[in-house]
């Protein structure tokens, strides 16, 4: 017989672990061992654990799902990483799956494909849901952007600062200038890039090597 697939649950709304719990303790061949309410207690969890599948939120408080799932795939490489999350915007899902998400799915998924991706996700398959995969399609059949003009260094320290999660005043407060200053930087960095908004601005640098 095989053992259960062992899973760990990461969300920062505790109604939301108690219906996924609630989902795989009633189901057979699972078994969830922990709980998680951000991306710090998920690396703990994980590595006393071990779990076989983290089911992972990406927007959550102290450190997020994206850097959560560099470290884990870093830490914890034998746990595959599920992400289960309500947003489906390329700034969302590119970042993710460029972390090393073995899968990405929406909440409002039904039980069974809930069930059936968590299966597919232990044996390492890639795991997407419609929605999700069709704006990966969309993106790699759209036209190459043109190259980025080149970021200034100052341009650059800005946005590794906002990639790491620090708001506009932190990160004045690390290079010592104001956060007027901020702002125009990382208006020069959207319009180089070209894009909106800082998860934009990260998600687009990641893409194009400025940030690794």
Known sequence: MQPPIRLLIVDDHPIVRDGLRGVFDGEFGFQVVGEASDGLEALRCAAELVPDVVLMDLRMP?????????????????????????????????????????????????????????????????????????????????????????????????????AAGTTNREAARALFISEATVKTHLLHVYAKLGVRDRAAAVAEAYKRGLLS
């Open 62 to 162: 102290r450190l997020g799902g994206v850097e959560a799932i560099k470290r884990l795939r870093s830490e914890v490489p034998a746990a595959r990483v599920l992400v289960l999350t309500t947003y489906d915007t390329e700034s969302d899902v590119l970042p993710a799956i460029e972390a090393g998400a073995t899968g990405y799915l929406l909440k409002d998924a039904p039980r069974d494909e809930l069930i059936r991706a968590v299966y597919a996700a232990n044996e390492g398959q890639a795991v997407l849901s419609p929605s999700v995969a069709q704006r990966l399609m969309t993106r790699l059949q759209a036209p190459a952007p043109a190259p980025a003009e080149g970021l200034t260094d100052r341009e650059l320290d800005v946005l590794k600062l906002i």
